[in-house]
């Protein structure tokens, strides 16, 4: 069992900044995938950024330039840090924790809220 718990969601105005934290616990392995996905409501869960086979990293076209992740492997911490953030940006993230060689080992957080104002 692998448990993932997100922080760090909030209110921001445009233009400022956030950092995400998803703190993992349980039978982890950094060759695994690890990454962040965002949802708005009536919408398609998307993928954001993350670590693809526990090495290549991968951005979403929309977030390239503003947006880096990074992580902890001591920790097991992945975290988010999201900049000149964009009112398109507001969405519920998640962070997810899958190995695609094995279905059962599909792990999500239970979101936490990003809101950008103008």
């Known amino acids: 069992q692998v448990q993932l718990v997100e922080s760090g969601g909030g209110l921001v105005q445009a233009g400022g900044s956030l950092r995400l934290s998803c703190a993992a616990s349980?039978?982890?392995?950094?060759?695994?995938?690890m990454a962040w996905y965002r949802q708005v409501q009536g919408k398609q869960r998307e993928l954001v950024a993350g670590?693809?086979?526990?090495?290549?990293?991968k951005y979403a076209d929309s977030v390239k330039g503003r947006f880096t992740v990074t992580r902890d492997n001591f920790k097991s911490t992945m975290y988010l840090q999201m900049n000149s953030l964009k009112p398109e940006d507001t969405a519920v993230y998640y962070c997810?924790?899958?190995?695609?060689?094995?279905?059962?080992?599909?792990?999500w957080g239970q979101g936490t809220q990003v809101t950008v104002s103008l």
């Open positions: 997810r924790y899958w190995n695609s060689e094995f279905a059962e080992l599909n792990y």
């Open positions: 670590f693809i086979r526990g090495e290549a990293t």
């Open positions: 349980g039978r982890i392995f950094t060759i695994s995938s």
